[in-house]
T-cell receptor, first 114, second 114 residues
Framework: AQSVTQLDSQVPVFEEAPVELRCNYS??????LFWYVQYPNQGLQLLLK????STLVESINGFEAEFNKSQTSFHLRKPSVHISDTAEYFC????????????WGAGTKLIIKP | DADVTQTPRNRITKTGKRIMLECSQT?????MYWYRQDPGLGLRLIYY???????NKGEISDGYSVSRQAQAKFSLSLESAIPNQTALYFC?????????????FGSGTRLTVV
Protein backbone atom coordinates (compact mmCIF):
# COMPACT_ATOMS: atom_id res chain seq x y z
CA ALA A 1 0.00 0.00 0.00
CA GLN A 2 1.08 3.52 -0.75
CA SER A 3 2.58 5.62 2.03
CA VAL A 4 3.91 9.17 2.20
CA THR A 5 6.74 10.45 4.36
CA GLN A 6 7.40 14.06 5.21
CA LEU A 7 10.57 13.78 7.24
CA ASP A 8 10.51 17.27 8.73
CA SER A 9 7.71 18.22 11.09
CA GLN A 10 8.96 21.82 11.20
CA VAL A 11 11.28 23.82 8.99
CA PRO A 12 12.44 27.21 10.30
CA VAL A 13 13.95 29.54 7.73
CA PHE A 14 14.82 33.21 7.53
CA GLU A 15 12.76 35.50 5.34
CA GLU A 16 14.09 35.73 1.77
CA ALA A 17 16.08 32.51 2.18
CA PRO A 18 15.43 29.43 0.03
CA VAL A 19 13.52 26.46 1.40
CA GLU A 20 12.94 22.82 0.53
CA LEU A 21 10.20 20.70 2.07
CA ARG A 22 10.78 17.02 1.51
CA CYS A 23 8.25 14.40 0.49
CA ASN A 24 8.87 10.76 -0.34
CA TYR A 25 6.34 8.12 -1.28
CA SER A 26 6.59 4.36 -1.33
CA UNK A 27 5.29 3.12 -4.67
CA UNK A 28 6.17 4.64 -8.01
CA UNK A 29 3.62 2.99 -10.28
CA UNK A 30 1.52 5.65 -12.03
CA UNK A 31 1.18 8.05 -9.13
CA UNK A 32 -0.40 11.47 -8.94
CA LEU A 33 1.26 13.89 -6.55
CA PHE A 34 -0.02 16.92 -4.69
CA TRP A 35 1.06 19.63 -2.30
CA TYR A 36 -1.60 21.30 -0.19
CA VAL A 37 -1.11 24.36 2.00
CA GLN A 38 -2.95 25.21 5.21
CA TYR A 39 -2.59 28.80 6.38
CA PRO A 40 -3.28 29.49 10.06
CA ASN A 41 -6.93 28.93 10.99
CA GLN A 42 -7.90 27.97 7.46
CA GLY A 43 -8.69 24.85 5.47
CA LEU A 44 -6.40 23.12 3.02
CA GLN A 45 -5.84 24.58 -0.43
CA LEU A 46 -4.25 22.87 -3.41
CA LEU A 47 -0.84 24.43 -4.03
CA LEU A 48 0.32 22.37 -7.00
CA LYS A 49 -0.02 18.93 -8.51
CA UNK A 50 1.76 16.55 -10.83
CA UNK A 51 -0.49 14.44 -13.05
CA UNK A 52 1.72 13.77 -16.09
CA UNK A 53 4.09 15.46 -18.50
CA SER A 54 6.80 17.81 -17.29
CA THR A 55 8.29 16.64 -14.03
CA LEU A 56 8.65 20.22 -12.77
CA VAL A 57 5.42 21.88 -11.70
CA GLU A 58 4.96 25.40 -10.42
CA SER A 59 2.44 27.31 -8.33
CA ILE A 60 1.29 30.88 -8.85
CA ASN A 61 3.08 32.10 -5.72
CA GLY A 62 6.58 30.94 -6.59
CA PHE A 63 6.71 27.40 -5.24
CA GLU A 64 7.81 24.53 -7.43
CA ALA A 65 8.06 20.78 -7.03
CA GLU A 66 9.84 18.15 -9.05
CA PHE A 67 8.63 14.62 -9.60
CA ASN A 68 11.58 12.27 -9.29
CA LYS A 69 10.48 8.76 -10.15
CA SER A 70 13.79 7.06 -9.40
CA GLN A 71 13.96 8.56 -5.92
CA THR A 72 10.17 8.41 -5.38
CA SER A 73 10.24 12.02 -4.24
CA PHE A 74 8.22 15.18 -4.81
CA HIS A 75 10.08 17.86 -2.87
CA LEU A 76 8.66 21.39 -2.65
CA ARG A 77 11.00 24.33 -3.12
CA LYS A 78 10.92 28.10 -3.11
CA PRO A 79 13.97 30.26 -3.85
CA SER A 80 12.97 33.10 -1.51
CA VAL A 81 10.31 32.81 1.17
CA HIS A 82 8.11 35.56 2.57
CA ILE A 83 6.43 35.91 5.93
CA SER A 84 3.13 35.19 4.16
CA ASP A 85 4.37 31.67 3.38
CA THR A 86 4.01 30.72 7.04
CA ALA A 87 1.75 27.69 6.91
CA GLU A 88 1.62 23.93 7.18
CA TYR A 89 2.32 22.04 3.97
CA PHE A 90 0.96 18.60 3.23
CA CYS A 91 2.17 16.20 0.56
CA UNK A 92 -0.31 13.66 -0.81
CA UNK A 93 -0.25 10.84 -3.35
CA UNK A 94 -2.94 8.94 -5.17
CA UNK A 95 -2.91 6.02 -7.57
CA UNK A 96 -5.28 3.53 -9.11
CA UNK A 97 -4.67 1.00 -6.31
CA UNK A 98 -6.00 3.49 -3.77
CA UNK A 99 -8.96 4.19 -6.06
CA UNK A 100 -7.53 7.69 -6.37
CA UNK A 101 -8.00 8.43 -2.69
CA UNK A 102 -5.32 10.74 -1.38
CA UNK A 103 -2.71 9.23 0.93
CA TRP A 104 -1.36 11.98 3.16
CA GLY A 105 1.94 12.85 4.72
CA ALA A 106 1.96 14.13 8.31
CA GLY A 107 2.64 17.71 7.25
CA THR A 108 5.52 20.16 7.60
CA LYS A 109 5.19 23.50 9.36
CA LEU A 110 7.12 26.23 7.60
CA ILE A 111 8.21 28.83 10.12
CA ILE A 112 9.52 32.08 8.68
CA LYS A 113 11.93 34.00 10.89
CA PRO A 114 12.13 37.77 10.30
CA ASP B 1 -20.34 31.17 -1.61
CA ALA B 2 -17.70 28.57 -0.90
CA ASP B 3 -17.61 25.41 -3.01
CA VAL B 4 -17.58 23.26 0.14
CA THR B 5 -19.37 24.63 3.21
CA GLN B 6 -19.05 23.22 6.70
CA THR B 7 -21.28 24.12 9.62
CA PRO B 8 -20.76 25.00 12.37
CA ARG B 9 -17.30 26.60 12.18
CA ASN B 10 -16.77 26.19 15.90
CA ARG B 11 -18.57 24.14 18.49
CA ILE B 12 -18.10 23.38 22.15
CA THR B 13 -20.07 20.44 23.48
CA LYS B 14 -20.19 18.36 26.64
CA THR B 15 -19.09 14.79 27.07
CA GLY B 16 -21.86 12.37 26.20
CA LYS B 17 -23.77 14.73 23.96
CA ARG B 18 -24.70 13.86 20.38
CA ILE B 19 -23.45 16.31 17.81
CA MET B 20 -23.73 16.58 14.05
CA LEU B 21 -21.31 18.33 11.72
CA GLU B 22 -22.67 19.21 8.32
CA CYS B 23 -21.05 19.53 4.92
CA SER B 24 -22.58 20.71 1.68
CA GLN B 25 -20.97 21.26 -1.72
CA THR B 26 -21.76 22.99 -4.97
CA UNK B 27 -18.97 21.31 -6.95
CA UNK B 28 -21.23 18.58 -8.31
CA UNK B 29 -18.72 16.00 -7.07
CA UNK B 30 -19.81 12.46 -6.29
CA UNK B 31 -17.10 11.66 -3.77
CA MET B 32 -17.08 13.14 -0.27
CA TYR B 33 -14.81 12.61 2.72
CA TRP B 34 -14.59 13.40 6.41
CA TYR B 35 -11.19 13.88 8.04
CA ARG B 36 -10.00 14.90 11.45
CA GLN B 37 -6.80 16.83 12.01
CA ASP B 38 -4.81 16.68 15.22
CA PRO B 39 -1.51 18.46 15.84
CA GLY B 40 1.40 16.32 14.67
CA LEU B 41 -0.85 13.58 13.27
CA GLY B 42 -1.82 15.14 9.98
CA LEU B 43 -5.13 14.20 8.40
CA ARG B 44 -6.88 10.97 9.29
CA LEU B 45 -9.81 9.64 7.29
CA ILE B 46 -13.00 8.98 9.24
CA TYR B 47 -15.52 8.06 6.54
CA TYR B 48 -15.86 8.44 2.81
CA UNK B 49 -18.67 8.14 0.29
CA UNK B 50 -18.30 7.58 -3.44
CA UNK B 51 -22.00 8.19 -4.10
CA UNK B 52 -25.25 8.45 -2.16
CA UNK B 53 -25.54 4.70 -1.65
CA UNK B 54 -21.86 3.98 -1.10
CA UNK B 55 -20.46 4.77 2.37
CA ASN B 56 -17.23 3.37 3.71
CA LYS B 57 -15.30 3.44 6.95
CA GLY B 58 -11.92 5.10 7.05
CA GLU B 59 -9.04 4.41 9.40
CA ILE B 60 -10.63 5.96 12.52
CA SER B 61 -14.41 5.45 12.23
CA ASP B 62 -15.05 4.23 15.79
CA GLY B 63 -17.29 6.65 17.66
CA TYR B 64 -18.50 8.32 14.46
CA SER B 65 -21.31 7.79 11.99
CA VAL B 66 -22.23 9.49 8.73
CA SER B 67 -25.23 10.18 6.55
CA ARG B 68 -25.19 11.02 2.85
CA GLN B 69 -28.53 12.76 2.48
CA ALA B 70 -27.97 13.79 -1.14
CA GLN B 71 -25.15 14.08 -3.61
CA ALA B 72 -24.35 17.49 -2.17
CA LYS B 73 -24.68 16.74 1.55
CA PHE B 74 -22.60 14.57 3.84
CA SER B 75 -23.02 14.78 7.62
CA LEU B 76 -20.79 13.45 10.37
CA SER B 77 -22.24 12.53 13.76
CA LEU B 78 -20.64 11.88 17.10
CA GLU B 79 -23.19 9.74 18.91
CA SER B 80 -21.72 10.31 22.37
CA ALA B 81 -18.90 12.83 22.28
CA ILE B 82 -15.77 12.25 24.34
CA PRO B 83 -12.88 14.63 25.03
CA ASN B 84 -10.40 12.86 22.75
CA GLN B 85 -12.68 13.71 19.84
CA THR B 86 -11.63 17.31 20.29
CA ALA B 87 -10.09 18.15 16.92
CA LEU B 88 -10.40 20.08 13.70
CA TYR B 89 -12.73 18.32 11.27
CA PHE B 90 -12.62 18.73 7.51
CA CYS B 91 -14.97 17.74 4.75
CA UNK B 92 -13.59 17.28 1.24
CA UNK B 93 -14.90 16.39 -2.20
CA UNK B 94 -13.47 14.95 -5.40
CA UNK B 95 -14.73 14.33 -8.89
CA UNK B 96 -15.47 10.75 -9.90
CA UNK B 97 -14.75 11.57 -13.53
CA UNK B 98 -11.40 13.17 -12.74
CA UNK B 99 -10.42 11.42 -9.53
CA UNK B 100 -6.75 12.13 -10.00
CA UNK B 101 -7.33 15.89 -9.78
CA UNK B 102 -7.26 15.97 -5.99
CA UNK B 103 -9.70 17.21 -3.40
CA UNK B 104 -11.55 20.43 -2.55
CA PHE B 105 -11.75 21.14 1.17
CA GLY B 106 -14.15 23.01 3.38
CA SER B 107 -12.91 25.52 5.93
CA GLY B 108 -13.22 23.09 8.80
CA THR B 109 -15.14 22.73 12.06
CA ARG B 110 -13.23 23.16 15.29
CA LEU B 111 -14.86 20.88 17.84
CA THR B 112 -14.12 20.98 21.54
CA VAL B 113 -15.56 18.33 23.85
CA VAL B 114 -15.45 19.29 27.52
Amino acid sequence: AQSVTQLDSQVPVFEEAPVELRCNYSSSVSVYLFWYVQYPNQGLQLLLKYLSGSTLVESINGFEAEFNKSQTSFHLRKPSVHISDTAEYFCAVSDRDSNYQLIWGAGTKLIIKP
Amino acid sequence: DADVTQTPRNRITKTGKRIMLECSQTKGHDRMYWYRQDPGLGLRLIYYSFDVKDINKGEISDGYSVSRQAQAKFSLSLESAIPNQTALYFCATSDRDSPNYGYTFGSGTRLTVV
